[in-house]
């Protein structure tokens, strides 16, 4: 699985169109994950590192989308994006969750069975 970048346009039609809806409606058919980052943020470019094996070993069972904050400052704002990187991690079901800053690969894997895949072991 590659990884997805969102412009607001695609964020709307793949993940949920939060400028309409007043209550929180994932659009997608399998759990995901929305890395907000900007290009020269260190932390982010770690980030991205670690999702590209995320990627690889959730290739089937998860999306990763990736949002570059200094291109999309609106769906940023609307996140209440004020530090860098922002995982959003969106369930089937319920409120997307957040992590933020650079997360430990086990951290983030813990996170990913439990809050996108209720505890399924990799």
């Not at 995901?32 to 980052?37: G, L, P």
């Not at 770690?46 to 990627?55: H, K």
């Not at 959730?58 to 995982?87: C, M, R, W």
């Amino acid at each position: 699985m590659k990884i997805i970048n969102l412009t607001e346009k695609d964020f709307v039609s793949r993940v949920a169109d939060f400028a309409n809806e007043k209550k929180w409606k994932y659009l997608g058919d399998k759990p995901a994950i929305v890395d907000f980052y900007a290009t020269w943020c260190r932390p982010c470019q770690i980030t991205a590192t670690l999702l590209e094996e995320i990627a690889n070993i959730y290739n089937k069972e998860i999306y990763i989308y990736k949002v570059d904050i200094e291109k999309e400052i609106g769906l940023s704002q609307a996140f209440g994006i004020h530090s860098i990187p922002t995982l959003l991690l969106i369930p089937m079901d319920g409120s997307p969750k957040i992590l933020q800053g650079a997360v430990p690969k086990k951290d983030l894997i813990k996170a990913i069975n439990k809050v996108l895949l209720e505890n399924i072991e990799v």
